[in-house]
């Protein structure tokens, strides 16, 4: 790579509360498995969801089950954190259109998602049709992304991953 580039890195994918991936039977069902949040270590606790898993349906005890287990209690200090956090970030991601640079993307005062390009200025809005979640933009992968649910559009309001189905577009 030339020695001025600019390098980013982005990957998508869930995060548990603890950050501890959840693997095991689905609650209420003995034969329903689960294994999500990875945290982007899919390699190593994908080894470690096959094991349990396997270990679960051949009726063996696995020791490490219970650290994993899909029902357990995360603190509540870290979810009251997580959710200030969040709320914080909700209303600081506004500013008017005219402040959002050009290739850059940014939400208006009015909720109105705008991206600016040698095209004009793309918008959409920032509310995330699946759930009504609000929308940031990522500005790796100039996307609009929801936090909540992990749905994806492109800077024209078009999804690219769901869950939702519906795109953002005014």
């Known amino acids: 790579f030339p020695e001025n580039s600019i390098m980013s890195w982005s990957t998508h994918d869930c995060m548990t509360q603890d950050g501890l991936p959840y693997i095991g039977s689905f609650s209420g069902y003995s034969n329903v498995f689960v294994a999500t949040g990875f945290n982007k270590w899919g390699m190593t606790n994908g080894s470690i969801a096959g094991k349990i898993i396997c270990d679960a349906i051949m009726g063996k005890d696995n020791k490490y ?20 956090h969040s709320i914080c970030n909700y209303f600081s991601h506004s500013k008017k259109s005219k402040m959002v640079k050009f290739l850059e993307g940014g ?64």
């Open 65 to 84: 089950a219970y650290v994993f287990d899909p029902s357990r209690r995360v603190r509540v200090s870290k979810f009251v954190g997580d959710l200030s």
């Open 107 to 170: 939400i208006t005062k009015g909720d109105i998602g705008v991206y600016k390009d040698k095209l004009g200025d793309h918008l959409v809005k920032t509310k995330c049709p699946h759930l009504g979640c609000r929308l940031f933009f990522n500005d790796s992968d100039k996307t609009w992304d929801c936090a909540c649910h992990g749905s994806r559009f492109d800077i024209d309001g078009n999804v690219i991953q769901g869950p939702s189905t519906d795109k953002i577009s005014l």
